[in-house]
């Protein structure tokens, strides 16, 4: 079983820069795939970012130069960040983490849901 806890959310003005972190425990390989992702209000959950366990990264075109996804691996434990910079208020959002599977190019959340942190930008 994997636990996820994100953290680093907040309240920014347009422009400024929040480092999102998430503890992840439990079952987890050594190998693994993490990814972020974003429910804006009254919309669908939209993959941001993902990392594959050997560090190559991906990004959706709304975010590419702006947010960057790092991991860090120790016992038992993954810890997923995501720097952003510049943000925008159509960043505004409810951010949460995953440990996923990579099925060709395409990222398929594998370790459910955490609580997610919130993202409120102002203009």
């Known amino acids: 079983q994997v636990h996820l806890v994100e953290s680093g959310g907040g309240l920014v003005q347009a422009g400024e820069s929040l480092n999102l972190t998430c503890l992840v425990s439990g079952t987890i390989f050594s190998h693994n795939n993490a990814g972020w992702y974003r429910q804006p209000p009254g919309k669908q959950r939209e993959l941001v970012a993902t990392?594959?366990?050997?560090?190559?990264?991906?990004?959706a075109d709304s975010v590419k130069g702006r947010f960057t996804i790092s991991k860090d691996n120790a016992e038992n434990a993954v810890t997923v960040y995501l720097q952003m910079k510049s943000l925008k208020p159509e960043d505004t959002a409810v951010y949460y983490c995953?440990?996923?599977?990579?099925?060709?190019?395409?990222?398929?959340?594998?370790?459910?849901w955490g609580q997610g942190t919130q993202v409120t930008v102002s203009s």
């Open positions: 990392i594959s366990g050997f560090g190559r990264t991906t990004y």
């Open positions: 995953t440990l996923g599977t990579f099925i060709g190019t395409n990222y398929y959340p594998a370790s459910g």
